[in-house]
């Protein structure tokens, strides 16, 4: 074996800037494969021409990028890891949005309290006929699943047609972000007494909501885009919590009016909470 276009791994760590156990590990999982390793001492012995791979392995792993990952990455051509890049920078921005006003609100919150910036009143709504479509998500595929939801509800509504009675709103059963998945349904109230939809998909349903009491704020134009909104969402939780009440029912987003851009000035949306006294015991 000529050895003189290769490195020990002593001098391949320090070309690299891996350190030798990293190599190891990367050897391990089959990320880095040494070119030659001595049958008698187990040294490893990596090429020359290795050194740009284990740079690349380094800066992909500096962005948190699984080992898993990292290694189909480097197995596939130059555009599709061109294009893993490119989409987890955009998730990185996304994340460091989220974490900007995570801490704007915390300092909004210290300084001038939840209800001066978001004002909670209590309403109530009227029992409800809603055509529903639902489906178990995160916050990537919220936008997509909502859009394509209200089009094929509205295309069934239209055949009936049906005789809407309220704006169109969003129901969320749980925490729904780039962390968490919950269940999401897409609703759309219309006149239980007019015409009804008929030849339903499968994945949509109608159902009859009963009368109940809502704490509710509105946020308006950049306010309503996520993650700006979750803002909305703590200080009418918190309102609930301070003011004795106990949460009735999954928390409502309402469209009181919605251009389809999410960051737009024009919107307006009302977030809504079911709630109810507690119970005595």
Known sequence: MDRRNMLPIGQFSQASGLSVTALRHYDAAGVLVPAFVDPV???RYFRRDQVRTAQSIRALRQLDIPVEEVRR?????????????GAHLRAAERRLEWQRSVVHGLLTRL??????THRVTVRQSTPERILVRGATLDNSGLDTFLRTAYQQMYDVAGRGPLTFTGPAFVRFHGVCDDDNETLVEACLPFWEKGAQPTDLPDDMTVRDLPETTLACTEVNGPSAAFPQ??????AVADWITRHGFTFAGPARM???????TPDHPDNHLEIAWP??????H
């Open 73 to 85: 990455l480097l197995g596939g051509d130059e555009q599709e890891l061109a294009t893993a890049l």
């Open 254 to 260: 309402v469209y009181r009016r919605w251009t389809g």
């Open 111 to 116: 300084t001038e309290g939840a209800e001066m």
């Open 275 to 280: 709630i109810e006294e507690p119970a005595e």
């Open 41 to 43: 001492s187990g040294y």
């Open 229 to 234: 909104i979750l803002g909305a969402y703590d």
